[in-house]
């Protein structure tokens, strides 16, 4: 598919004309163009994709293999043509490919499913209408179908008239199976975008054609992957000389200039829009799942399963419809299983989704809550150029090399039909007090984007929920001593992506810098009506008295960290020149300073129209503390990884029901994210390079600063028992004479738990190093012995609980059973705790330097 570009335009969609709220509201975008950027690493993903809804398609289109989920739970993965039901280990009937790929048997085609029926018309010739199955003749193998027409040919709840028409002996060659939610055989996935290897821009109409090297040629030439040219860079890079070539060639491949074949380039259409919606490739999502109750078959996507959710047959799934009919059946549902409210708060997202709430209440609008959650508070570095570093010293003296900063990612819910649909997000850069100029408090609106789907009553009121997330953000950060708030107004191009992918509106054009800027000081005035903003305007205003070119602040990302950079570079080489010509050295040691400012003016002036800077009113008292915790999610935690992961699982929003289900899958994914350390981590429960320590039991991975260990007692000891297995494995041996015993003045059994956790982390050693040279062991290196063991959960808790219960101060004389409490669980009395793994992961992932 696609390869991916190192920079994307952001958008932010939906804006309502200020003047008259109830009218029709248009589409906006608005961008922070990224530059190049070394954060976050593209993340990996399987999912399923296209819009649910759309034309029907022609009997041309090949079916394809398909991946089924019978009712029997559990039963999932790929069946090839003419596949046998498989049988189950809960006795299920099996898994076969619907009849539709002209694989499986008649009986899949029960009364009552969906199909699309190969039928004639006088206009277009053959073409899939849909039908239901009436009854199906075992005997001739034949079905009676009853074609359900079109929407408006239907009753008040889509059941087919009395008159609609019948199709008899229809043969199982002529049909194919339909989803029961879109009516329709084929789920066509979205078109990853295309972007020219060479000049890494998006590949997109009014283009309409690029070049791709065949893979013949590119194995000819020693790489694995093809190139892909867009028009110009393929005219441009075919009539380079040898020398400039291979040069030019070393920038997006390491093959030999020599070894590049022109002839081997082939052209191709670019991708066409058609309809309300993105570029489709022609290629289906095969996976379908049947519900347990009702037996109907729905792609993925429209049943909104989450095969995580069942995985190794854990439940039954139901479709939608049938939860909506039983509440007892929701807690099956893999869409009610984490919704947004259940996502923790913080101090941020309360304020903001206080702040939006009460602007719904205030202009008397109903709608269903909406839910704001931060996915992502991590800190950051915007490295700095060492040729940057240097000439910004010649400038006036040292400049730092780097600039920490808070990136921070807001997302916005809201629940349609009973489901949670993400509808906008924002991604933000918050360099504090702490950072140096000229970033100290200055807050960055990276990214926003958005997707058409909030709903209420009345309508058209996204402007209204857009705004008031804003102006809250920045009521916030005031509070926080942040002064300045900086925003790029930048259109995207036609067809880029930032946030949401595939969103239904991509094919429009976007709209002038000069509307997207009267957006925001739309924006902007609401926050200077509510003392939340003194004052605000372009970059020419308020650096109209520059000094120093070093005034100007750099953003990860931002236009000027690339601007600012080429400037010097380019009076640098000006200067050198000049000097070469008139006979002098070349070398420039200090540039004109005054000269580098007018030149800086000068390019302001000409951005002036890009650019909005807000001054935000001062406190009265002191600044409060940002009291939020770190909030790290390896899919969230960069836009690039996210927006990619969602292209790769197509996770897309070009329809209702697909919002439903990508948004499904995101929320799953954050509810399902790693936690490390203890609950009160001051490092946001992650890996962030600091020292930490394994327990030898749960292996979860522990803060050593979190732990109160310094880096000596780290490098020192040889093994660790964390308090919740110490806990685990004493709390089942307490019960009533623990109780008794504390009746009778004795230490309570937590004070015994703490003071026995430093005696139960060199006793798990020692009894690692028994069992290892009795051969119970085996796997983990043991360091007293020098054998490799590989305990499992379930055997090292054994060995504890047995050793802690020969501590008849502690436990008395009766060990438990190992089912009783599974280390890793939820403390004492813990019910039902999960299985204990196979295995303990004896190569977890601690930071360098963690014994």
Not at 250 to 267: C, N, P, T, V, Y
Not at 273 to 297: K, T, Y
Request: charged letters at 25%; a negative charge.
């Amino acid at each position: 598919k696609g390869k991916k570009g190192k920079g994307f335009d952001d958008a932010f969609d939906d804006e309502a004309e200020p003047a008259a709220p109830q009218e029709e509201e248009e589409d906006v975008n608005f961008g922070a163009k990224k530059g190049k950027g070394k954060k976050g690493k593209k993340g990996k993903g399987s999912g399923a994709g296209s819009d649910a809804a759309g034309s029907a398609e022609t009997a041309a289109v090949p079916a394809k293999k398909a991946q089924l989920v019978k009712r029997a739970a559990g039963s999932f993965g790929e069946v090839g043509p003419t596949a046998a039901p498989r049988s189950h280990s809960d006795g299920g009937t099996g898994a076969t490919v619907p009849a539709s790929t002209e694989d499986g048997d008649d009986d899949h085609y029960e009364p009552g499913f969906l199909v699309e029926l190969l039928s004639a018309d006088d206009d277009i010739g053959l073409t899939w209408k849909v039908g239901r199955v009436v009854e199906a003749d075992s005997a001739q193998k034949t079905f009676s179908v009853q074609l359900l027409g079109e929407p408006h040919q239907r009753g008040p709840n889509g059941e087919p008239l009395a008159n609609a028409p019948m199709e008899y002996n229809v043969m199982r060659s002529d049909m194919r199976l339909a989803c029961a939610h879109c009516e329709k055989h084929q789920l066509l996935l979205a078109e990853l975008p295309l972007f020219c290897d060479y000049c890494k821009r998006a590949m997109q109409r009014p283009t309409r054609k690029y070049y791709q090297e065949s893979l013949e040629a590119a194995r000819a030439a020693g790489s694995s992957s093809t190139l892909r040219l867009c028009n110009s860079c393929f005219h441009k890079l075919r009539v380079m000389e040898y020398p400039v070539l291979a040069s030019e060639l070393k920038k997006i491949s390491q093959r030999d200039a020599g070894m590049l074949d022109w002839a081997e380039f082939h052209e191709q259409a670019v991708p066409v829009r058609e309809g309300d919606g993105p570029v489709l490739s022609g290629e289906e999502d095969p996976r379908w799942v049947q519900c347990e109750s009702c037996h109907l078959w729905y792609h993925f996507v429209c049943g909104l399963y989450d095969e995580q959710s069942f995985k190794d047959g854990a439940g039954k799934f139901f479709c939608v419809s049938c939860i909506q009919k039983d509440a007892t059946l929701r807690p099956c549902a893999s869409w009610a299983k984490h919704p947004a409210e259940s996502l923790p708060h913080t101090h941020l997202s309360k304020h903001v989704e206080d702040a939006v709430a009460a602007d719904l209440a205030a202009a008397g609008i109903s709608c269903e809550p909406v839910h704001v959650r931060v996915i992502s508070s991590v800190f950051e570095q915007s490295h700095c150029p060492e040729d940057l570093v240097q000439r910004m010293w010649n400038l006036g003296g040292p400049y730092p090399s780097e600039f920490p900063y808070r990136s921070k990612a807001l997302v916005a819910f809201q629940k349609v039909d009973g489901m949670d649909i993400a509808f906008f997000a924002m991604y933000v850069q918050e360099y504090g007090s702490e950072c140096p100029p000229p970033n100290t408090n200055r807050v960055y609106i990276s990214y926003l984007d958005s997707v058409r789907y909030f709903e209420s009553e009345p309508g058209r009121q996204r402007t209204l929920v857009y705004h008031s997330v804003l102006v809250a953000y920045l009521a916030y950060v005031r509070t926080l001593g942040f002064k300045w708030v900086h925003i790029w107004v930048e259109p995207p191009k036609a067809g880029d992506e930032y946030i949401f992918f595939a969103r239904p509106d991509q094919h429009k054009k976007p709209m002038k810098r000069d509307k997207l800027r009267s957006w925001y000081v739309q924006m902007l005035d609401k926050a200077k009506d509510r003392d939340i903003v003194a004052k605000f305007g372009s970059m020419a205003d308020l650096y109209s008295e520059m000094t120093s070119i070093r005034e100007i602040p750099l953003f990860h990302g931002d236009q000027w960290a690339i601007t600012i950079p080429e400037l010097l570079s380019r009076i640098e080489q000006e200067h050198q020149e000049a000097a070469s010509k008139a006979g002098h050295s070349a070398k420039v040691d200090r540039l004109n300073a005054e000269e580098v400012v007018q030149r800086a003016q000068t390019e302001i002036q000409h951005l002036k129209r890009h650019f909005l800077v807000a001054r935000l009113k001062d406190l009265d008292g002191l600044p409060n503390t940002d009291l939020d915790p770190e909030v790290t999610n390896e899919l969230a935690n960069s836009r690039e990884v996210l927006l990619g992961h969602c292209q790769a699982s197509h996770w897309q929003f070009n329809s209702v029901r697909y919002a439903q289900y990508s948004t499904m899958m995101l929320l799953n994914n954050f509810h399902r994210k790693p936690r490390f350390c203890v609950p009160t981590c001051t490092r946001g429960r992650k890996e962030d390079g600091s020292k930490m320590v394994g327990c030898d039991v749960c292996d979860n991975w522990f803060h050593t600063s979190c732990l109160g260990l310094s880096d000596e007692q780290a490098e020192t000891m040889k093994s660790y028992v964390c308090a919740s297995c110490a806990e685990v494995g004493i709390a089942g041996l307490a019960g009533e004479e623990a109780a008794s015993k504390d009746a009778a003045g004795l230490p309570s059994a937590a004070a015994q738990v703490e003071a026995a956790t430093e005696a139960d982390s060199a006793q798990v050693q020692q009894l690692l190093a028994s069992a290892g040279t009795d051969g119970g062991l085996a796997g983990r290196s043991n360091p007293a012995t020098g054998a490799d063991e590989e305990a499992t959960t379930v055997d090292i808790a054994a060995l504890l609980s047995t050793s802690v219960a020969g501590r008849g101060d502690v436990a008395g004389d009766a060990a438990p059973e190992a089912s009783g409490a599974a280390p890793g669980g939820t403390g004492p009395g813990a019910e039902a705790a999960e299985p204990a793994r196979a295995e303990a992961a004896a190569g977890g992932a601690a930071a360098e330097g963690a014994p």
